[in-house]
């Protein structure tokens, strides 16, 4: 099984900054794209920013130029770098991985982490 561990959640003034990282432990081969998701009280789960194992990225258009998607290929993590802040993304954000792995047979699953709240005063 695989485990993905958010972390750097937490209150946050308007136009502040956060970082979050995810962390990834298991018996895997290797993870494929890995990707933040958000959701906010009411609303769908939305994709916020992916990062491929090449590094190509690709946002949310709401978050284009305030977040910055990284990862550590040798360390197995995450991170997303949250600028200017808004209280519009609030939200519990979650950790995704797309990741190769021997269960039965040899192939990709997909997994979640719990998510880290968010929080931005105004």
């Known amino acids: 099984q695989v485990q993905l561990v958010e972390s750097g959640g937490g209150l946050v003034q308007a136009g502040g900054s956060l970082r979050l990282s995810c962390a990834a432990s298991?018996?895997?081969?290797?993870?494929?794209?890995m990707a933040w998701y958000r959701q906010a009280p009411g609303k769908q789960r939305e994709l916020v920013a992916l990062?491929?194992?090449?590094?190509?990225?690709n946002y949310a258009d709401s978050v284009k130029g305030r977040f910055t998607i990284s990862r550590d290929i040798a360390n197995n993590t995450m991170y997303l770098q949250m600028n200017s802040l808004k209280p519009e993304d609030a939200a519990v954000y979650y950790c995704?991985?797309?990741?190769?792995?021997?269960?039965?047979?040899?192939?990709?699953?997909?997994?979640w982490g719990q998510g880290t709240q968010v929080t931005v005063s105004s």
């Open positions: 995704y991985a797309d990741v190769l792995m021997l269960l039965v047979v040899t192939s990709t699953y997909q997994y």
């Open positions: 298991g018996k895997f081969i290797s993870i494929n794209d």
């Open positions: 990062i491929t194992r090449n590094g190509r990225t």
